[in-house]
């Protein structure tokens, strides 16, 4: 009977279901759409500095002090190479240190790094705007950041002045060639990177081979909690730390700010979703006050037959149901199609994206079908729509035979 009474006014229910079906549409692909920038951001961030984990000495994140080391790091990295998910993984130690040139000193964070393994980490190699990459077996020659570079009035050849503390708390003092200047697009970290080959690095920091960072990449960004469980009981059992086992980070735990901004992000476009939801649920409790008024004599026919206004009121409620059903239905499958279509070409950004693709950013965005995508929007259609219809149909309840049978 519900199903049969949908379709008794069919251009008032096709509207209905066409405005359902639209706003589970449009947020199946803008949620997709939003999931998917928010990977590429992640992975333009992770790959430029901190990738999607880090293990470190407790407590390292908090102070960054340089006795705060990973002892030995081979065998870390023998725990790390029995994860499968794990797609790489390099070693990096840190210092902050003084550096001069003729001109100019800054305090700034010496990095030392691997050139090999750091290639398939980061996307520092893609970033140098002058000069080269470091190379394995380079001594004294370091990659600098275009704002740092800028600031200490320093080309390629010219020569910096380093002076630091060393890990046993000798003095690290040396002058290094700029080899190539970077920009990343993140000012703070341009204008306060310098990097050295890691072998260089530990021998003036007197590092006796330990490092601070051990980085790692995962196969997808999903991977990552999997990845963070695994390991961090892998390091509980090698506890070779007097301070205790080593920190494993994520990409949460290691840019906060970035995690922020997502989550600030996606709250307010959910405040917009809902807005549409909204309009979408007045939708639904007009066509059922109408319904309610356009079928008031019959309710009291049926009524006035035996039947209760609780049955009645399940009627309504099971044909808004089925419309909201059928529309949602055909929202998913709509949004399901658009999104796989621009999930394979992209979106491109036009003038845009090759600005975007000197900071590591595609010039293309991908949304990304999920379930979540798929399946939040319509959960909210229905929930929402559910109760703008219950008020109509509770109107029912107050109605009488004689007053319904009566009603003009």
């Not at 790959?47 to 407590?59: D, E, L, M, N």
């Not at 998913?332 to 999104?339: F, I, K, Y």
Request: aromatic share 10%; hydrophobic share 50%.
């Amino acid at each position: 009977m519900a199903w049969r009474n949908v379709w008794r006014n069919r251009r008032r229910s096709l509207l209905t279901m066409a405005a359902i079906a639209f706003a589970c549409a449009l947020l199946v692909f803008m949620l997709s759409f939003q999931f998917g920038s928010y990977e590429a951001m992640i992975n333009a961030a992770v790959k430029v500095h901190t990738g999607y984990f880090q293990i470190q000495a407790p407590g390292y994140q908090e102070k960054r002090e340089i006795r705060l080391v990973v002892a030995d790091p081979e065998a870390v990295a023998r725990l790390i190479d029995a994860v499968p998910e794990v797609t790489a993984y390099t070693f990096r130690a840190n210092a902050f240190s003084l550096a001069a040139s003729n001109d100019r000193t800054y305090g700034i964070s010496v990095t030392g790094i691997d050139p090999v393994r750091e290639f398939n980490v980061s996307s520092l190699k893609t970033l140098v705007r002058d000069g080269v990459f470091l190379s394995p077996g380079d001594g004294p020659e370091a990659l600098v950041g275009a704002l740092l570079a800028k600031n200490l009035r320093v080309g390629i050849g010219d020569p910096i002045t380093l002076l630091g503390q060393g890990r046993d708390g000798s003095i690290a003092a040396t002058v290094v060639t700029v080899k190539g200047i970077f920009a990343s697009g993140q000012d703070d970290f341009d204008r306060n990177a310098l990097y050295i080959p890691l072998g260089y690095f530990q021998e003036l920091y007197a590092m006796r081979g330990a490092v601070h960072e051990i980085v790692g990449m995962t196969s997808s960004i999903w991977a990552v909690p999997a990845v963070e469980r695994r390991l961090k009981q892998e390091l509980e059992r090698l506890d070779r730390d007097k301070n205790g086992p080593l920190a494993i980070l994520d990409w949460k735990a290691l840019m906060p700010g970035l995690a922020q901004g997502i989550y600030l992000d996606l709250v307010s476009g959910l405040i917009f979703y809902l807005l549409l939801i909204v309009v979408v649920a007045f939708s639904i409790m007009n066509t059922f006050l109408m319904a309610i008024f356009e079928r008031t004599r019959e309710f009291g026919v049926l009524m006035a037959i035996g039947t209760t206004t609780g049955r009645l009121t399940r009627l309504l409620l099971t044909e808004s149901m089925m419309m909201t059903f059928v529309g949602m239905g055909a929202g998913m499958l709509l949004g399901s199609l658009v999104t796989l279509y621009y999930q394979i070409v992209g979106i491109d950004f036009g003038g845009a994206s090759e600005i975007l693709k000197q900071y590591g950013i595609p010039g293309r965005m991908y949304p990304i079908l999920t379930v979540p995508s798929l399946v939040i929007g319509p959960f909210l259609v229905c929930f929402i729509t559910f109760w703008a219809a219950l008020w109509p149909a509770l109107r029912v309840r107050r109605l009488t035979p004689v007053k319904a049978m009566h009603y003009a």
